[in-house]
């Protein structure tokens, strides 16, 4: 069946450092790829998507590009903040079958940035 | 911006208990979700809802669970006899429309003891 698999955490930065999360991805078609972000004490929130293959999706600073052919959609960003602490959450949703469109996750990464 | 609210933050029970999580989607939304991530675990899919009935559920949502609208603006989950396993963030998400982007509230924290 289809799965998400990305880096395990924690993930500890300095402020300004540079910013990778890994993120594969196994599906039978043709997902939609979603980056979400739970700040905490709060819910997910949806931080950047790819609906097809080389699309880029960003927000907020952060990228990720859709690659089919390595199956990955790995999150970026070029320099961290202190407020970009949380748990990121690599996502896919497939549309076959009856799927009603619902998301596989990851098992999330949590990032720190320190000061 | 609008959002999914859900209560309580934080619910204890003992194992057998029933449970029911509730959750107060976005109002013009037609589409309910429930998720949950055991600790240290991958965020699961439970169950969608639409138009008053299931739309599609996962091997995890058994009997044991149910879902339900009672008043056209609270959705919740019910465990009827709750297994320590079932010790969980729960999280409910609305859509406007299918595909379209999820809402997620901020979960509920059950602990099973």
């Known amino acids: 069946g289809d799965s998400v698999t990305q880096m395990e955490g924690p993930v500890t930065l300095s402020e300004e450092a540079f910013l990778t999360i890994n993120c594969t991805y196994t599906?039978?078609?043709?997902?939609?790829l979603f980056w979400y972000v739970q700040y905490p004490g709060e819910g997910l929130q949806l931080l950047l998507k790819?609906?097809?293959?080389?699309d880029k999706g960003s927000n907020k600073g952060f990228e990720a590009t859709y690659r089919k052919e390595t199956t990955s959609f790995h999150l970026e960003k070029g320099s961290v903040q202190v407020s970009d602490s949380a748990v990121y959450f690599c996502a896919l949703s497939e549309r076959y079958g009856g799927s009603q469109g619902n998301l596989i996750f990851g098992k999330g990464t949590k990032l720190s940035v320190k000061p | 911006e609008p959002e999914v609210t859900q209560t309580p933050s934080h619910q204890v029970t003992q194992m057998g208990q029933e449970v029911i999580l509730r959750c107060v989607p976005i109002s013009n939304h037609l589409y309910f979700y429930w998720y949950r991530q055991i600790l240290g675990q991958k965020v699961e899919f439970l169950v969608s809802?639409?138009?008053?009935?299931?739309?599609?559920k996962s091997e995890i949502f058994d009997d044991q669970f149910s879902v339900e609208r009672p008043d056209g603006s609270n959705f919740t989950l019910k465990i009827r006899s709750t297994k320590l396993e079932d010790s969980a963030m729960y999280f409910c998400?609305?859509?406007?429309?299918?595909?379209?982007?999820?809402?997620f509230g901020n979960g509920t924290r059950l602990t099973v003891t």
């Open positions: 998400a609305s859509s406007e429309a299918l595909w379209q982007r999820l809402h």
């Open positions: 809802f639409y138009n008053n009935e299931i739309s599609e």
């Open positions: 599906a039978t078609g043709y997902p939609s």
């Open positions: 790819a609906t097809k293959a080389d």
